[in-house]
């Protein structure tokens, strides 16, 4: 979300699964996010808005995803 954080005892994985397929990217443990809300990929970063998500090593692979 682009402004608030959502607290919940749900996985991520189960987020994954109703999630719409090619959509979303997983790039850490802790985050799943919007491939058109992108901004910006730097390095082990991602660029939405004001917010820098990291990438987690085991994810990278995620990025090609987002340059598609």
């Known amino acids: 979300m682009e402004d608030k954080t959502i607290v919940t005892h749900q996985t991520l994985t189960s987020f994954e699964e109703v999630l719409p397929e090619g959509q979303f990217v997983k790039v850490h443990k802790t985050f799943i996010i919007a491939?058109?809300?992108t901004t910006l990929i730097?390095?082990?970063l991602i660029h939405i808005l004001q917010h820098k998500i990291?990438?987690?090593k085991m994810y990278k692979l995620n990025i090609n995803k987002l340059l598609k």
């Open 35 to 37: 491939k058109d809300k």
């Open 54 to 56: 990291p990438v987690e």
């Open 42 to 44: 730097e390095g082990n």
